[in-house]
């Protein structure tokens, strides 16, 4: 295999593993996870794949196809500013789990077909990737879950990123034909069939790069976190509450009279899409695919007027799919500020659909959007065939 043959290039010999971790797309539930809400994502069929063998020492060299050549100490990994950290935050996490002397020197040959900056999550297939990767090296014994928990809090805390766990647990745990109905508060992972009507997945990137990092991310953190204070503050939720999950949509209208409009209105997003996480999973239960197209439109149209995470090229894609019969339902995926939409379409009418959707975008912007046709796919393991 290409990895193969190019790690031992790199690094003057064979690898003695290689494991994988898919990118993932979330259906619904969007910045719900960091207020401890319901997300409803499915792994997809792109994955990073991760090349590796021991060192000598404590030195970590990694290649990535993709980004470049980095290395570091495992001993004290400390922030580069650049990719390499989200590799560096999952040793460090793992050492802080395990402890230091659990991990030593490696070195690893990454790439990847889940595409960088476009809300697939390319940064958690990276993370948990790597998580897997040195389980294997060392003989960690950590399961999947584990290392989902180690990759969140690598990009998590020595990242800087803030996120939840919606991203690493998807790629760790997923299962094919099946979306995971993630509980941020417990972790508690219920896989969710599609259904017996088929459904094709269509993502279109909108050619708009995001950065999760920058500010628009942590500054939606910080006004859900004003909204819950204020909440409680007003007696709007009960004495144990911990985040804007504790708080009703029977109390939401009164938290309009405590916070500025844009805070109520990030609050009354997160509200409203935990309701349509689960209002998903029934409607997939009784295989009613239409209604589960309204509730991916309702989503979208949450995450451009009340959390404004939108973009107009965004927009422009979910319109385009949506006044077509095949399509069911739209909506950005991802964090928002640019990346992807993710269109559930009728099979026979993929490529169709597909095409209408980039010439009418063509005809706004003058580019073509690169589409992709996605499946579900099982989370992360080993390389069976290298």
Avoid at 173 to 194: K, Y
Wanted: hydrophobic share 45%.
């Amino acid at each position: 295999m290409e990895g193969a043959s190019a790690f031992r290039e790199a690094f003057g010999r064979r690898p003695t593993h290689a494991l994988r971790a898919p990118g993932r797309v979330n259906w619904i539930g969007e910045h719900t996870d960091y207020e401890e809400g319901l997300v409803l994502p499915c792994a997809v069929d792109r994955d990073t794949t991760v090349f590796a063998a021991k060192a000598p020492g404590h030195r970590v060299r990694v290649i990535s196809a993709a980004l470049g050549e980095a290395e570091f100490d495992a001993r004290a990994p400390t922030r580069q500013a650049g990719w390499i950290d989200y590799v560096q935050g999952v040793v460090d996490a793992l050492a802080k789990r395990l402890g230091p002397a659990a991990l030593a020197g490696a070195d690893l040959w990454i790439d990847t077909r889940v595409p960088l900056e476009a809300g697939l999550s390319s940064s958690a297939a990276l993370s948990v990737a790597v998580a897997f990767a040195f389980d294997r090296l060392f003989d960690l014994a950590q399961n999947p879950r584990q290392l989902a928990l180690a990759a969140h809090e690598g990009e998590s805390v020595f990242v800087g990123v803030g996120c939840g766990i919606l991203d690493p647990f998807a790629s760790a745990l997923g299962q094919a034909d099946h979306v995971l109905r993630i509980d941020c508060r417990d972790g508690e992972v219920t896989p969710i069939a599609i259904g017996e009507t088929p459904v094709s997945m269509l993502i279109v990137h909108s050619g708009v790069e995001r950065r999760l990092a920058e500010g628009g991310y942590r500054e939606r953190v910080v006004e859900c976190r004003a909204a819950f204070d204020a909440a409680r503050e007003a007696g709007l939720v009960g004495p144990d509450a911990t985040a804007l999950r504790d708080l009703s949509e029977e109390a939401l209208p009164k938290l309009a009279t405590h916070v500025s409009e844009t805070v109520f209105r990030r609050a009354r997003h997160v509200v409203h899409e935990n309701a349509r996480v689960d209002a998903v999973c029934e409607a997939l239960a009784g295989n009613d695919l239409p209604r589960v197209g309204e509730l991916l439109c309702a989503g979208q149209a949450s995450l451009r007027d009340d959390f404004e995470v939108s973009l107009p090229e965004l927009d422009l894609l979910c319109e385009l799919a949506d006044e077509q019969e095949a399509v069911y339902g739209s909506r950005l995926t991802g964090a928002g500020w640019g990346g992807c939409s993710l269109h559930l379409v009728r099979p026979q009418q993929a490529e169709n659909v597909a095409a209408r959707i980039a010439s009418g975008f063509a005809r706004r912007y003058g580019r073509r959007p690169k589409v992709l046709h996605l499946r579900t796919a099982s989370g992360a393991g080993d390389l069976l065939e290298w």
